[in-house]
């Protein structure tokens, strides 16, 4: 919450007494915490705890975190701020806010750097501690991870988090230094990388990336975005110039042809009207395109009124998701991949029952229970989409909104459809469908088991 | 086809020369077809041999089908003669003619009795063939079945099949005298109750079932499309006074109380302003969440000016079915709750990660490799859904059209929404758009793997 003072200190805002007086009283209550169950520390703490302090440690942060929007009076409604910042820590990017540029520097620095921080637990929790849980398939990276080992908690998790955030503030430093060189001042550079990387969306501009004319800046975004939705354990090999294991990655591979033939189908469909040149066709739906798929959610136009066939696209991209271990959120690439290898296999499995006939990702084969696991996953989320849909209609969204809504915030992408669509934003949405909202943007974030099972009779029980 | 002519003598109407001509040469083609291939008689049909019959014998039934509609000049376009009778021998009842009643009783008969055919071929096939050739979860009723054995194509499917057209004609006929009595004449009963009992939904009136505004016609036709969407064997077992195997049954169980319960729901939030009875309510939102959760798609009201929440419900329900083994379409009531179960299933599997928890079906337990065949055809219908509306959207139909009428047809239901909603039809759809929603119609209606195993390269290999 203090980090961003010396910006408020730089342009004279007003915040500055809030954010200091915040940050403080924040850390008094977290070394109270502290200082009373110092003494009962525990070193044998398992899954059930692991699920309980994972969601209520997002939870707590922003219940806490929502509080300087508040004081300070820029947002009045606490369930408003709770959005917000619900929104900033899951890497949404969904917003209340009818005027971002109105905020004073500290804040919307806090608001940037909540995804910032968002995305620096995601990395470690899907690369280090859901696949231990068994969560739908996160095993799958338990292995490929370097430094953790399967059924182990402690060993070297501290380790492999080091090496993963040393990467991710590589990054966000040299989107920085190339944002700056592209025009962008050093406030407004360093907020865009904070929520490239985490693939959050927020911007310091009402008009989001169309702000920025330049192409370079919006090149630049479309990189960093498509970094940040590729599995770290990637860079992590790239930058030890391991570049077969990249080479060899079946989920880097969809990734990457998924996001160029969407973007290239929707630059030839979207708008053969429009007199711009193929270059802008090309970056606009290149931009879209990836700015879904990675869940990041930055918006350069307004796509809504795209061809239908775009939107209806740009629907589904809310579904995709960036590749396991990213700070991409949603369905994501690997279990996609792995559904759709598995329903082409079980047509092949029809004609020949007698044969067993296994899902290879990487070369290796898939147990079926995994297979099974990543399957509920997608049903349930799909369930979870359409019941909380229904739900947010009765508060009196239209359809479009109701879909949209739930769909962009349990993907953690940002912009929906309808009434909440890329060029608008949830202020205007009831208190009731906010506070939802926020459970599913919590819920999406964390792969939805890790919340839900917190909710089932046998979690409590003995 | 020539089954309408008596009708068709009776009203004097102008179809009888097409009727008895179509009639005839499609009799001819068929006994030569037989004629020269008699010889070639294999008693070994395999499990390909089986997929291509079954496909093929849809797609050559709605090919012949289509000619009387075009020849008699009420339909001029193949295209769309054949959409509609794909609709009929499919069951689903979505229709392209703008003015049903313009049609003469011959020609209606014809398009009622298509439905009914189908659904007799369905029944049969629902419960004696597709849980032999092992598709997605039907393997579960093959053991029910009076007569049916596993692993053996033979035996006593003729019996089985004499049985269960037995009940199937015996409830139509019911049906037919019940709603005489309750004020239609002789050819609207008996072409409602076909189209009824095969869950198909083709009505003789341009406003469907709000053309009858009797409490009792409704009534009736609430029950019968209920019985309709119910497992035949449980008629089969009911008939024999074997109620324990009914009140055992955790599908019909779930079938019932989720019919009541969200027809109840809907009761109560969907038009709080209207001033109309309580039992009218009760009977509009009951009569069309059985409607469409059965898959008929009977009209008994516009309810596409309902609250936004029942219009969202409406269209989830699209995807719900009726129990497997009835005339019902969509993924059916049986998946649904194996699913369900399974997701509530694996959040205790996350807490309890080396305990085994099978799900039970009444009360045995499912073996996984089903579980999985089910899960995989859960998403594969989604990802079906999902492609065909992106590409009904390239043709220029907007959103809700799109997935309406994608979800509609795949769904075997009727109506869908937007401009394909209640009270209207398919016909200003582009004819690339009938022709893929008509290829819909089929992959549903025979539980998508049937047809598109044919496709598979696996299939054609040796």
Chains 1, 2 share one sequence.
């Not at 701020?81 to 949404?92: K, L, N, P, V, Y």
């Not at 088991?449 to 917190?454: A, N």
Request: proline share 4%; aromatic share 14%.
């Amino acid at each position: 919450m203090m980090s961003g003072i010396p910006f408020s200190v730089y342009y004279q805002d007003n915040d500055i007494f809030v954010l200091l007086g915040c940050g403080i009283s924040t850390s008094i209550i977290g070394a109270l915490l502290w200082f009373f169950t110092r003494k009962t520390e525990r070193t044998d703490i398992g899954k059930r705890e692991g699920y309980l302090i994972v969601s209520l440690g997002w939870l707590v942060m922003s219940l806490f975190g929502a509080v300087p929007f508040v004081l300070h009076g820029s947002i009045p409604s606490y369930t408003d701020a709770f959005f917000e910042i619900m929104s900033g820590f899951t890497t949404t990017g969904a917003s209340i806010l009818d005027d971002i540029e109105a905020l004073p520097h500290g804040l919307l620095f806090w608001r940037s750097i909540s995804q910032w921080i968002g995305g620096m637990g995601i990395i470690v929790l899907s690369l280090a501690i859901l696949p231990l849980l068994g969560i739908g398939g996160m095993q799958l990276y338990a292995a490929e991870v370097p430094g953790i080992t399967k059924d182990k908690f402690h060993p070297r998790v501290k380790e492999t988090a080091k090496r993963l955030w040393g990467i991710y503030v590589i990054l966000t430093s040299l989107e920085t230094i190339l944002l700056m060189f592209a025009g962008m001042n050093f406030f407004d550079a360093i907020n865009h990388s904070f929520t490239t990387l985490a693939t959050g969306g927020f911007s310091t501009k009402n008009a989001s990336i169309a702000y920025y004319t330049s192409p370079f800046i919006q090149y630049i975004l479309i990189i960093f975005m498509f970094l940040a939705g590729t599995n770290f354990t990637l860079h992590y090999f790239a930058l030890h110039r391991n570049f077969s294991f990249v080479k060899t990655n079946d989920e880097f591979k969809a990734y990457s042809l998924f996001i160029l033939i969407t973007a290239i189908v929707i630059m030839i469909l979207h708008h053969p009207h429009l007199e711009i040149s193929l270059e802008e066709k090309f970056r606009q739906s290149l931009f879209h395109v990836v700015s879904l798929v990675t869940t990041t959610g930055y918006v350069s136009s307004d796509y809504e009124n795209w061809a239908i066939f775009s939107r209806i696209v740009f629907f589904v991209l809310l579904f995709i998701g960036g590749c396991a271990g990213s700070t991409g959120g949603s369905i994501k690439i690997v279990r996609h991949y792995l559904l759709f290898k598995n329903g082409f296999l079980e047509l092949k499995r029809l004609v020949h029952p007698r044969a067993v006939i296994p899902v290879r990702v990487n070369g290796k084969a898939i147990p079926p229970e995994i297979i099974s696991n990543v399957q509920a996953f997608f049903i349930l989320y799909i369930l979870i989409f359409v019941l909380s849909s229904i739900i947010l209609s009765v508060t009196g969204l239209d359809f479009l909104t109701s879909i949209g809504a739930s769909a962009t915030c349990l993907g953690n992408v940002g912009p929906g459809i309808g009434t909440v669509g890329p060029v608008a934003n949830f202020s205007h949405l009831p208190d009731f469908a906010k506070i939802l909202l926020s459970f599913l943007m919590l819920v999406g974030r964390l792969e939805l088991f890790t919340v839900l099972v917190i909710f089932s009779p046998s979690f409590w029980r003995r």
